[in-house]
């Protein structure tokens, strides 16, 4: 159970296109998604913070408008790199908070992860 | 500020013998959980073991353990009769405020 599908795993774009990575919860309700980057060897650094039907909250230094991020139902949010520069390439991981907290089951699951090369 | 700390870059253990992985942690808060995940070259995000500050019982599963301080704010994992498959990045995380403090990580080889 509690599985997180991130699609897709990699991803090659040009210069200056968009792109859009899918996370979804498979057998569970997320009301809170997280997002990700992972530079090698690296930790994970968090972008932004999603809540099912309202906007996302961005760290300091992530730009909202290159960073697009939609949560428009409790199993699935979206991450668009909109225009995106080769400065852009990264691992992009997602995670689902599970549960509430005190429970048994409170956790959080992660997505398999996404390669992004902008050429 | 709530952070945690890994000291130990890298560590490497002979298959089949014991290792321990560094975790201290700095919080205000008096619950919180702990968790250590294990990222292998496939670098899917894998739970090992959770623990929550408010139970003193040690977390256990299978071979992995942690030894929890509360008051030293340390938080180490114990990895027993290593094998070839643990060899992974190892990430100590802090849940404050429902969000994920991470560290930066504990690279773990095994010698065969």
């Known amino acids: 159970g509690a599985v997180v599908s991130q699609h897709p795993s990699w991803v090659i774009c040009k210069s200056g296109t968009s792109v859009k990575i899918e996370c979804r919860s498979l057998?569970?309700?997320?009301?809170?998604m997280f997002w990700y980057r992972q530079f090698p060897k690296q930790s994970l650094m968090l972008m932004a913070t999603?809540?099912?039907?309202?906007?996302?909250?961005?760290e300091q230094g992530v730009e909202k408008d290159k960073f697009l991020i939609n949560h428009a139902s409790l199993t699935l949010s979206t991450l668009t790199v909109t225009s995106a520069h080769p400065e852009d390439s990264s691992f992009y991981i997602c995670?689902?908070?599970?549960?509430?907290?005190?429970?048994?089951?409170?956790?959080?699951?992660f997505g398999s992860g996404t390669r992004l090369t902008v050429v | 500020a709530q952070t945690v700390t890994q000291s130990q870059p890298e560590m490497s253990v002979q298959e089949a013998e014991t290792v321990t992985l560094s975790c201290t942690y700095d919080t205000s808060e008096s619950d919180y959980y702990l968790f250590w995940y294990k990222q292998p070259p496939s670098r899917q995000m894998i739970l090992v073991i959770r623990?929550?500050?408010?139970k003193q019982q040690n977390a256990t599963e299978n071979r992995f353990s942690v030894n929890f301080q509360k008051a030293a704010k340390s938080f180490s994992l114990k990895i027993s009769d290593s094998q070839l498959g643990d060899a992974a990045m190892y990430f100590c995380?802090?849940?404050?405020?429902?969000?994920?403090?991470w560290g930066a990580g504990t690279k773990l080889i095994i010698k065969p």
């Open positions: 999603s809540n099912e039907g309202s906007k996302a909250t961005y």
């Open positions: 057998d569970f309700q997320a009301t809170t």
């Open positions: 995670s689902a908070r599970r549960g509430q907290g005190g429970g048994a089951n409170y956790g959080y699951t």
């Open positions: 995380a802090m849940d404050s405020n429902y969000q994920l403090i």
């Open positions: 623990q929550e500050a408010y």
